[in-house]
């Protein structure tokens, strides 16, 4: 039995949709007609969901929808309800029509003899291989409430990071966006007006005035194509990074970078001991937790490094000198690591490295915003007193030859 989405009319000929269960969409239409509606459409979740992950602009589930269904879960779970019932009450709670009908579907999958870790492979995309495993593991366990709490609330502190590093750019976004704004619209149509009257006179224009009048022309005629240039450019980068070579090299260059390397290699060892860390509290082996641990960093250089350890760890080295091999990781994890092998708590240990990694990420972004805004203002000031000055020069010229 599979879920279906359904388009179909009823009497009135009003247009519905739902989801509903099946062996077959001969056999849904059919169903749909003894309710007394006229079928339109009829497609699998599956396939649904499969096709729209192909388009560009699908909507798809994000963190905190993910989040709110795994507690629903877990407390439902935990309560000691059946586990299709659980599928079916959250399906009901849940407000999102895509989410809504990817419950259903997992559920279908139940009740046919699957299990859940089963169910949810069938939408990778919605459910990755980190919370799939970890499910699994809970199942063999025998701590399924156990492990979703777990996931829970990794996905809510990871919501978390993400919603407090976007609050911390929105200010700092604004304010570059309205200060480009105003030097874009001083330059194309305020200057232009202005030094008309100083170039009708027929004199020789300060230096600093020549140069304005000069930049002002190439924003007022050029203005459009240096901005379809720079859309080409981020394009055509965005196309360069899909080559593995290219986004490798681009990746290995970011670490190497002063100040971006510190928060490139913050943002990658905490995502990496946060998802560890769940990895092996719910009873995932290390190297299995090794390698999906790797699939979740975005640094390239830093995921292979992850990998490489993995097959020392293999050959019999502990995962602290293992990733003391690559040189990516900061001194501190490695440390709190090489403690939680020794002491039998490295999931703590994880726990803690990924909390220290997360705090220091946000600290040195608030760090950076509270110098970035009055150097951007400082640079506004100083981009707009140059305009008056070019401005003014010509004024006091003319004052000049008055006297």
Same mark, same amino acid.
């Given at each position: ?119 949810? *492979?069938? %939408?990778?995309?919605? =459910?990755?291989? +980190?919370?799939? /495993?970890? !499910?699994?593991?809970? &199942? ?129 060892? *905490?995502? %990496?001991?946060?998802? =560890?860390?769940? +990895?092996?509290? /719910?009873? !995932?082996?290390?190297? &299995? ?115």
């Amino acid at each position: 039995m599979s879920a279906f989405e359904y388009t179909a009319l009823d009497t009135g000929g009003k247009k519905l949709k739902g989801v509903i269960e099946g062996d077959a969409p001969r056999q849904v239409r059919q169903q749909l007609r003894d309710q007394g509606l006229t079928p339109l459409t009829v497609d699998e979740v599956r396939q649904r969901i499969k096709s729209d992950e192909k388009k560009t602009f699908s909507r798809g589930i994000s963190s905190t929808e993910l989040a709110v269904f795994t507690r629903q879960l877990a407390t439902l779970v935990g309560s000691g309800m059946p586990l299709e019932e659980t599928l079916d009450a959250v399906g009901k709670q849940t407000e999102n029509p895509r989410m809504q009908s990817t419950i259903v579907a997992v559920r279908s999958r139940i009740k046919e003899g699957h299990s859940l870790a089963d169910a949810l *492979a069938d %939408f990778p995309v919605i =459910f990755p291989e +980190l919370y799939r /495993s970890t !499910v699994a593991a809970g &199942e063999q366990t025998g701590h399924l409430d156990v492990v979703l709490s777990r996931l829970a609330d990794y996905t809510e502190n990871r919501q978390m990071l993400i919603q407090s590093i976007s609050q911390a750019l929105i200010y700092p976004a604004v304010l570059t966006f309205t200060a480009l704004a105003v030097v874009i619209l001083l330059l194309g149509y305020v200057v232009p007006q202005v030094v008309q009257v100083f170039t009708d006179l027929g004199q020789t224009l300060p230096w600093l005035t020549r140069a304005l009048i000069a930049t002002s022309d190439v924003v007022r005629d050029y203005g459009w194509l240096m901005a379809i240039i720079i859309v080409a450019a981020v394009f055509a980068w965005r196309r360069a990074l899909q080559n593995e070579a290219i986004k490798y090299r681009y990746h290995a260059w970011l670490l190497k970078l002063p100040l971006v390397a510190r928060l490139v290699r913050g943002v990658n060892t *905490a995502r %990496f001991a946060r998802t =560890f860390s769940i +990895l092996t509290a /719910s009873g !995932v082996p290390v190297l &299995e937790g090794l390698r999906i641990s790797a699939n979740v960093m975005g640094n390239l250089p830093m995921r292979e490094a992850v990998l490489e350890a993995s097959l020392r760890v293999r050959e019999g080295s502990t995962v602290q000198k293992a990733l003391e091999a690559s040189d990516c990781f900061p001194p501190l994890v490695l440390h709190l690591i090489g403690s939680g092998e020794s002491s039998g708590k490295l999931e703590d240990m994880l726990e803690r490295a990924a909390q220290n990694q997360e705090r220091d990420l946000e600290n040195r972004i608030s760090m950076l915003m509270k110098i970035f805004e009055p150097a951007l203002i400082l640079v506004m000031g100083v981009v707009v007193l140059v305009i008056v000055l070019a401005i003014l020069l010509p004024i006091f010229d003319l004052n000049q030859l008055v006297k």
